[in-house]
C-alpha cells in the first residue's frame, strides 16, 4: 500500500523558514518522481516543484523559483521542501505526490492527472 506522509508545516512569519518533510513508503522511491503541490483556499491546487527519481532533474513554479529547495534521500525514502523567504501568499496546504509513470520525465509536471498518489497534506501559514 502506497503510503505518503507530510509533515513540518506551521504558522511563521514572513521572512521566515519551514522545512516540509514526505515519507514514503509501499512502492520503489527511487524510480519515481516526487512533487510538491499547494492548494489555498479558494484556488486550484499548483505545482510547487518537482524531482526526478535520481534527484538530477528539478523543475520550480516561478513563484517559488529562488526561494525553495526540493530534495530527496533515497535511502530514507524521503523527500524534503525548504522554504526560505516565505512570504504571505505561500500560505497553503502542501501536498507531496507520487508520479503515476516510471518514466516521467517532468514534462506536464505540474498537472495534476500526473500523479497517482498524494499525501493528507501540511498546513503552512504565513502571517505576522
Known amino acids: 500500500e502506497v503510503q505518503l506522509v507530510e509533515s513540518g508545516g506551521g504558522l511563521v512569519q514572513p521572512g521566515g523558514s519551514l522545512r516540509l518533510s514526505c515519507a514514503a513508503s509501499?512502492?520503489?522511491?527511487?524510480?519515481?518522481?516526487m512533487s510538491w503541490f499547494r492548494q489555498a483556499p479558494g484556488k486550484e491546487r499548483e505545482g510547487v516543484s518537482w524531482i526526478s527519481g535520481t534527484g538530477s532533474f528539478i523543475f520550480y513554479a516561478d513563484s517559488v523559483k529562488g526561494r525553495f529547495t526540493i530534495s530527496r534521500d533515497n535511502v530514507k525514502n524521503t523527500q524534503y521542501l525548504l522554504l526560505n523567504s516565505l512570504k504571505t501568499e505561500d500560505t497553503a496546504m502542501y501536498y507531496c505526490?507520487?508520479?503515476?509513470?516510471?518514466?516521467?520525465?517532468?514534462?506536464?509536471?505540474?498537472?495534476?492527472?500526473?500523479?497517482?498518489?498524494w499525501g493528507q497534506g501540511t498546513q503552512v501559514t504565513v502571517s505576522s
Open positions: 509501499g512502492f520503489t522511491f527511487n524510480s519515481y518522481a
Open positions: 505526490a507520487k508520479a503515476r509513470s516510471p518514466n516521467s520525465y517532468g514534462v506536464r509536471w505540474h498537472q495534476v492527472d500526473e500523479y497517482d498518489f
